[in-house]
């Protein structure tokens, strides 16, 4: 059995760990991904938040005639060619992703890059089977760190797995744009998935088991939204799905309804139900690693497992499934490494996200049903883009942005944006909350641009009841 001083399981954020501070090491990294879709660098890079902006910014483009109109500005979408959209994207996407694995091969004399699925045998004791050969490799090692990431989830639905479909692994590299899709899941990746494809003219329908789409957002939010998505999706609401068949070149999605049985027809199904951890793929209970109830890895705030010279990162144990989460957690992960004596914590006090749809969403912190659920005291203030100069210009009739905040020292809680823009605008209600600046001194002791959007926090803040 080989033995080496640290192990990586994973090429995405875990790739950012080794660099010349770790020159005196031996180490391995480990990727099955690598030579197929899912190549070397991990989701973001591959098939998730990479792609998927570039997806969004030409969706965005192909909108302009809807949002034109509205400005008495005549614009007409001729057609979206969608093969040189894909390969403009993963033209750019592919060699950087080929340029990462041979750097993590030939760019280091320290470093060695194995290929093929890893999976535990014992504590800090692996084996790896090369994809392609079969070939086995025993290693041990005197650390490691588990980046091995997530998984589409896919739903235990009678004739999903026979009738062909598609996750968001995979539906980013179709051969030809559908003329129509039907998109099982309310979050994050089928509502984005949605407007990327619906702005490209195909006939897109979201399927959800629950009565709202974004329905972990704040609810202001997840119910205006909602409503937002049902005039430019055909968006079914409360369904649960019977069973999936196919017909020739169409997939046929049986769902329950009020009078028996709904048949949806399409030529694509995106299945879009979230995430799993591949903790299952490594055997990550044979290495004497605990697991959450959802296959999560427990880690404790320096990211170490409950095996000793183990930690984790990412998806594969966090809740929070974000790329830039993963690379706090990955900077954390090499601090501890090379000062085992001065361990240094994560902090994910205010982790932020966004939602690359239409109409932009961001938030961070408290929703209002979670402070109402845990009890926290707080008061709350809304502004609408229809309420400042820009939002006059941009003729906006639905984005609003929403506080918290705590109502005796005026901290802010909670933040949450929908409309233009808003992963930028709220990145100063952010370091506000990072650096405990409470709201009237945001609001008053400095200047705000007029007219620009910023108005808009500006106005929320001075908007709060605070005493």
């Known amino acids: 059995m080989r033995h080496v001083d640290l192990v990586i399981i994973g090429s995405g954020s875990g790739n950012a760990i080794v660099d010349e501070r770790f020159d005196d090491w031996e180490v391995v990294y480990l990727e099955k991904g690598v030579g197929s879709r899912d190549s070397y660098g991990g989701t973001c890079l591959n098939v998730g938040c990479i792609p998927t902006k570039m997806l969004v910014h030409t969706a965005d483009v192909a909108g302009a005639p809807v949002e034109a109109r509205r400005l008495g500005v005549d614009l007409s979408l001729n057609d979206a060619d969608w093969p040189r959209i894909r390969d403009r994207i993963f033209g750019r996407i592919d060699p950087i992703a080929d340029g990462g694995q041979k750097y993590r091969q030939t760019g280091r004399p320290n470093t060695s890059l194995l290929t093929g699925t890893a999976r535990f045998t014992g504590p800090k004791q692996l084996t790896v089977i090369d994809a392609e050969t079969d070939e086995v490799t025993a290693l041990s090692a005197d650390q490691i760190v588990i980046a091995a990431g997530g998984r589409p989830a896919v739903p235990d639905v009678p004739g999903l797995a026979e009738s062909g479909f598609h996750t968001s ?6 051969e030809q744009l559908p003329t129509s899709m039907v998109i099982l899941g309310s979050g994050f990746i089928a509502v984005e998935m949605a407007h990327i494809f619906a702005s490209l003219g195909v006939k897109v329908t979201v399927v959800a088991r629950s009565g709202q789409l974004l329905r972990q957002l704040d609810r202001d939010v997840a119910r205006q939204f909602t409503e ?13 799905i019977r069973r999936v068949d ?23 199904l995106l299945v879009a139900t979230g995430r799993v951890p591949n903790s299952d793929l490594i055997e ?16 404790d705030e320096t990211q170490a497992t409950t095996a000793p010279g183990v930690w984790a990162l990412g998806d594969i144990s966090s809740p929070h499934q974000l790329k830039h989460v993963a690379n706090r957690e990955a900077r954390t992960v090499a601090h501890n490494l090379l000062h085992p004596k001065d361990l240094i914590r994560t902090d994910h006090r205010y982790v932020p996200y966004a939602v690359f749809t239409e109409p ?6 408290l929703t209002e049903q979670q402070a109402e659920v845990d009890g926290i005291e707080y008061v709350t203030s809304t502004q609408e883009y229809a309420g400042i100069a820009y939002g006059w210009a941009m003729e906006d009739t639905t984005g609003f942005a929403k506080l918290l905040a705590d109502p005796n020292t005026g901290l802010l809680l909670g933040a949450h944006i929908m409309g233009p823009e808003a992963p930028t605008l709220i990145q100063p209600l952010i370091q506000a909350m990072q650096f405990g600046l409470d709201a009237r001194t945001m609001a008053r002791d400095q200047y705000w641009i007029h007219p620009a959007m910023p108005e808009l926090i500006e106005n929320a803040l001075l908007a709060l009841p605070l005493a």
Do not use: K, P, Q
Request: aromatic share 4%; proline share 0%; hydrophobic share 40%.
């Open 169 to 174: 692994d995979s539906v980013m590299r179709l």
């Open 228 to 240: 937002i998505a049902g005039g430019r999706w055909d968006v079914r609401l409360n369904r649960a």
């Open 246 to 268: 196919r017909d020739g070149d169409r997939v046929r999605v049986f769902l329950d309804a009020h009078d028996g049985e709904e048949r949806l027809e399409a030529d694509v």
């Open 284 to 299: 990550a209970e044979v290495g004497g690693l605990e697991l959450t109830g959802g296959g999560r890895i427990v880690v």
């Open 360 to 365: 932009r969403i961001a938030s961070v912190g």
